[in-house]
């Protein structure tokens, strides 16, 4: 009979099954809910940045427009083309810086060919008087600020700068962008450029008259001042922070920590902003590890006509705090999920495995002949009643197993007597009491004589394996000495032996322990073992008997040189009626219950019995007895 | 086959699990670093080959044999000009170039009168006098047989641009880069170098690769006061190579370089983006 391992394999089912059932589920669930609430929260950090970007994006132009509005958009009261006098431009610078603190630097350029001032030129002794001509694009009269007052100054003034024989010219910026724009009828705002008190930009328009005509240039340097406010202590959420920068990826305002000075126009962000695509939504937002040092999400609005670009980074830690407070329990709940799974579906396994391991324990016992040792399961359902099923058909195999026992008992009981009689009138009639037997029929009656004796043999091993089975075997052991029975077998068997070749060594230490034993029964296990070891040893060999003290035991060593017995072979050896079916062995004759008788008995006088053996080499039997 | 096709299910659904996993946190947690470039050391004025990422500029007060110093707060004076420029450079450059300054702790005595040095004329900023002050002043001060020589005084970086400042007792505003040429005259460099050969001259000076020269007037005079370091820094721009943005003998802009009599105050003035291009600062 053989037996199948299949691993857990029903534990892992159980597991998987509970994995499929109970989590996956769970998981898709708790991803889907996470999905849409990232998705969800990436749109909603996107349009608070949206807003706020939009919000300062306007407050910014606004800024703008408000100075442009009250200064470069100027028209003058005059109908005629000529230039406004040098007097008025005074006037008018003066009272731009007055009202626009936005306005660091203001002046007029002229368009060229004006009459704007007279100066005095000493001319041959005398004093006269020379009008003022500009050249195009020559800066008539400047304005700054005092450093002291920030009052308004007149840094350069065309009238007023004679030297000698020529006047000075003022610069000519006829080639420059502002006056070409702005001469061109155009508002022109400059890069933006940094100075020592703050950033900034150079603006320039036309001055026109009443008709609409271009009769001068207005350019003026426009601190940030307005435009940094709006900037400037803007806060996303509680980190996040906003920041502008020029044309060059430079500066111009963060709202808080720390500013760099050097160009940021590698953020790929920032460099699509500056130019003029804004980055605004949840598809247009960035995520990055800011040069800041912070891991942001970030969006940006242009300002195409300052050529700035206005960004907010919000750090995630920060933007993305709602949405990890919801995830992190969902997450940390999938995971439990998944470890009480596993550690649930174990749990589960064992109720259901535990009675399943009982029916198989059972079995096996069954198989092995023992049916006095019912199952106990007490799970209450299906498996509870199978287990009762199962021990009522022990019951009934243990009793047919009786009845099979007394049947042999008796069988054999009953064919002991005439056998035996055959075997005595056989051997009557060898002897002769019939008369002389001619050769062939001699031949006959010594074979019927073997035959009989075979059944014999049978006829007594069964009838030993029924005692055995029925509790009726008679052993009385006592201290015996081991080497007597071993020489009578040897004795015995000698013929045996010497008919096979065979050498049959005992030598025997001198002394030896004597031993617990019934001397009968140690005879009839020699005989089997030793007669064994002749029988399957082919040819010529030695077979040796030794002992070896163990600690309360005496071992007997029963070696052969014989053909060995094969591995898958070796598991089933003392089992009852078992043969070694093999092209060596199919000629030697046997009941296949030698062994089987061998093992009852060294186990019923306290022993033990095991062999080692190597097919084509040879087998070791030992048995142990107890010391008496 | 049933459970190979089994095997091959479970391994596949578990695969898409963790790609799509990964795909998730890609998306929602994973964030790529912005990698700014590194600063780029600024270089003189349209010569990529020489850098002035960090410059060593040396500042001296000059006074000629015949005159006295106009004040006892000279070295006050020069540490004041210096700050400025370095703060006004600093910015300017965006950290791809800073000046490290370190004023001469004695005036300098020169050993001729005013008119040596300023020949009677002082055309285009009296470049002579800077020429003949700072050969004065390379062979007494870092030559180690000068009268001046100071062991630790001038110790610069090897790869520092060295830069020497002289606020003069005496006229002239001007400044220029030290160039090492084989060629023997004046013309001949000019020719080379593209410009007119007025503005060439020859030195030996081994000590610096820039220079200038300012009267100390445009420091101290109150009529200076907003614009002087506006001069300052106008001729120090010389120095590392800047030019003039004049048309003809008119200043075009409103930055440093295009100064000529009507300065802005530094506070309010800037280098013209076109010469931050020329230097490599922006592109």
């Known amino acids: 009979m053989g037996t199948m391992h299949f691993g857990r394999r029903l534990q892992t089912k159980i597991f998987s099954m509970m994995l499929v059932v109970g989590v996956f589920p769970l998981f898709a669930a708790g991803g889907l809910v996470s999905y849409s609430l990232l998705h969800s929260h990436r749109a909603n950090v996107a349009s608070i940045e949206e807003s706020i970007l939009r919000q300062?994006?306007?407050?910014?132009?606004?800024?703008?427009?408000?100075?442009?509005?009250?200064?470069?958009?100027?028209?003058?009261?005059?109908?005629?083309?000529?230039?406004?006098?040098?007097?008025?431009?005074?006037?008018?610078?003066?009272?731009?810086?007055?009202?626009q603190p936005a306005l660091e630097e203001v002046s007029f350029i002229s368009l060229g060919g004006q009459t704007v001032a007279t100066r005095t030129v000493a001319f041959e002794g005398r004093n006269t008087l020379e009008d003022i001509v500009t050249l195009e694009g020559e800066e008539t009269?400047?304005?700054?600020?005092?450093?002291?007052?920030?009052?308004?100054?007149?840094?350069?003034?065309?009238?007023?700068?004679?030297?000698?024989?020529?006047?000075?010219?003022?610069?000519?910026?006829?080639?420059?962008?502002?006056?070409?724009?702005?001469?061109?009828?155009?508002?022109?705002?400059?890069?933006?450029?940094?100075?020592?008190?703050?950033p900034v930009i150079t603006v320039a328009s036309p001055v026109k008259n009443r008709s609409g005509d271009i009769i001068s240039v207005l350019s003026g340097e426009l601190n940030l001042l307005r435009v940094q406010q709006a900037v400037a202590n803007v806060t996303l959420g509680n980190t996040g922070y906003l920041y502008l920068v020029d044309q060059d990826g430079f500066l111009i305002e963060k709202s808080n920590g720390r500013p760099t000075e050097q160009s940021l126009k590698s953020i790929l962000l920032v460099s699509d902003v500056l130019h003029g695509n804004d980055a605004l939504g949840a598809e247009a937002q960035a995520r990055y590890v800011s040069f800041f040092g912070d891991s942001v999400v970030a969006a940006g609005a242009a300002l195409p006509e300052f050529g700035w670009a206005l960004i907010?980074?919000?750090?995630?830690?920060?933007?993305?705090?709602?949405?990890?407070?919801?995830?992190?329990?969902?997450?940390?709940?999938?995971?439990?999920?998944?470890?009480?799974?596993?550690?649930?579906?174990?749990?589960?396994?064992?109720?259901?495995?535990?009675?399943?391991h009982a029916l198989e324990a059972g079995t096996k016992r069954i198989a092995e002949g023992k049916f006095t040792e019912p199952i106990f399961l007490t799970t209450g359902d299906e498996i509870e009643e199978l287990g009762f099923a199962f021990n009522d058909m022990m019951k009934g195999l243990k009793r047919l197993q009786e009845l099979k026992d007394e049947f042999v008992f008796v069988a054999a009981h009953e064919l002991r007597t005439p056998v035996a009689a055959i075997k005595g009138y056989l051997?009557?009639?060898?002897?002769?009491?019939?008369?002389?037997?001619?050769d062939p029929a001699k031949s006959v009656v010594v074979k019927v004589l073997n035959a009989n004796t075979r059944l014999i043999r049978l006829v007594d091993d069964l009838l030993q394996v029924a005692r055995s089975e029925a509790g009726r075997l008679t052993i009385t052991v006592k201290p015996t000495e081991i080497t007597a029975p071993i020489r009578e077998t040897l004795v015995e068997l000698k013929p045996l032996a010497?008919?096979?070749?065979i050498v049959l060594a005992y030598n025997p230490a001198p002394v030896l322990p004597q031993v617990r034993a019934d001397t009968d029964r140690v005879r009839e296990i020699m005989v089997n073992l030793v007669g064994n070891a002749i029988k399957y040893t082919l040819g010529n060999g030695t077979v040796t008997i030794t002992h070896e003290l163990q600690e309360g035991t005496l071992?007997?060593?029963?070696?052969?040189?014989?053909?060995?017995?094969?591995?898958?072979?070796?598991?089933?050896?003392?089992e009852k009626f078992y043969r070694v079916q093999t092209e060596k062995t199919k000629s030697i004759t046997g009941t296949g219950l030698g062994l089987f008788i061998v093992k009852q008995l060294v186990e019923k006088m306290g022993g033990t019995i095991w062999f080692t053996s190597e097919e084509g080499k040879g087998s070791v039997f030992s048995f142990s007895l107890p010391r008496a | 086959m049933f459970s190979l096709l089994r095997y091959f299910l479970t391994s596949a659904l578990c695969v898409l699990l963790v790609i799509g996993g990964a795909l998730f946190y890609q998306r929602f947690f994973s964030f790529p670093a912005v990698r700014?470039?590194?600063?780029?050391?600024?270089?003189?004025?349209?010569?990529?080959?020489?850098?002035?990422?960090?410059?060593?500029?040396?500042?001296?007060?000059?006074?000629?044999?015949?005159?006295?110093?106009?004040?006892?707060?000279?070295?006050?004076?020069?540490?004041?000009?210096?700050?400025?420029?370095?703060?006004?450079?600093?910015?300017?450059?965006?950290?791809?170039?800073?000046?490290?300054?370190?004023?001469?702790?004695?005036?300098?005595?020169?050993?001729?009168?005013?008119?040596?040095?300023?020949?009677?004329?002082?055309?285009?900023?009296?470049?002579?006098?800077?020429?003949?002050?700072?050969?004065?002043?390379?062979?007494?001060?870092?030559?180690?047989?000068?009268?001046?020589?100071?062991?630790?005084?001038?110790?610069?970086?090897e790869s520092a641009y060295p830069v020497m400042g002289i606020v003069y007792e005496g006229v002239g505003a001007s400044g220029g880069r030290i160039y090492e040429s084989d060629l023997n005259t004046e013309e001949e460099i000019a020719k080379k170098l593209g410009v007119s050969p007025e503005i060439v001259y020859k030195v030996a000076i081994d000590s610096s690769d820039g220079f200038f020269l300012l009267n100390q007037a445009y420091l101290t005079r109150s009529d200076y006061e907003e614009t002087g370091l506006s001069f300052f820094y106008h001729e120090f721009a010389h120095a590392i190579g800047l030019p003039d943005q004049y048309e003809g003998p008119v200043p075009q802009r409103d930055d440093v370089m295009s100064g000529e009599g009507n300065f802005r105050p530094l506070r309010m003035t800037y280098i013209d983006r076109s010469l931050l291009k020329g230097m490599g600062v922006i592109d």
């Open chain 1, 141 to 198: 009269v400047r304005y700054g600020r005092s450093r002291a007052t920030h009052q308004p100054v007149v840094a350069w003034n065309i009238g007023e700068q004679v030297t000698g024989e020529n006047r000075v010219q003022g610069r000519i910026q006829r080639k420059l962008q502002k006056f070409l724009v702005a001469s061109n009828g155009e508002i022109y705002f400059g890069p933006t450029y940094h100075t020592l008190e703050g």
């Open chain 1, 555 to 574: 071992v007997t060593h029963i070696t052969d040189i014989g053909i060995g017995i094969a591995k898958e072979a070796q598991q089933k050896i003392f």
């Open chain 2, 36 to 157: 700014l470039q590194s600063v780029r050391p600024a270089h003189v004025y349209n010569d990529s080959a020489v850098s002035v990422g960090e410059i060593a500029l040396r500042l001296f007060y000059a006074v000629p044999a015949d005159k006295a110093m106009s004040s006892s707060s000279w070295s006050a004076t020069l540490e004041r000009a210096a700050r400025a420029a370095t703060a006004f450079h600093a910015l300017q450059f965006h950290g791809s170039s800073n000046i490290q300054y370190e004023i001469f702790p004695e005036p300098i005595l020169l050993e001729h009168d005013a008119a040596f040095y300023e020949g009677g004329t002082s055309n285009r900023g009296n470049p002579r006098a800077l020429v003949g002050i700072a050969s004065e002043i390379d062979r007494r001060v870092f030559q180690k047989n000068g009268d001046l020589f100071r062991d630790s005084f001038g110790i610069r970086r």
């Open chain 1, 427 to 438: 051997s009557l009639l060898l002897e002769g009491i019939s008369g002389p037997l001619s």
């Open chain 1, 56 to 99: 300062k994006q306007k407050e910014i132009v606004q800024a703008m427009e408000d100075i442009v509005e009250n200064v470069f958009n100027l028209v003058v009261e005059q109908e005629n083309k000529s230039d406004i006098s040098i007097g008025s431009q005074h006037f008018l610078l003066r009272s731009f810086l007055a009202d």
């Open chain 1, 312 to 356: 907010a980074e919000w750090p995630v830690d920060d933007a993305d705090r709602p949405v990890r407070d919801i995830l992190a329990p969902i997450i940390t709940f999938l995971f439990f999920a998944l470890f009480a799974v596993a550690v649930l579906s174990v749990f589960f396994a064992r109720r259901i495995l535990d009675p399943i």
């Open chain 1, 498 to 501: 010497d008919q096979k070749g």
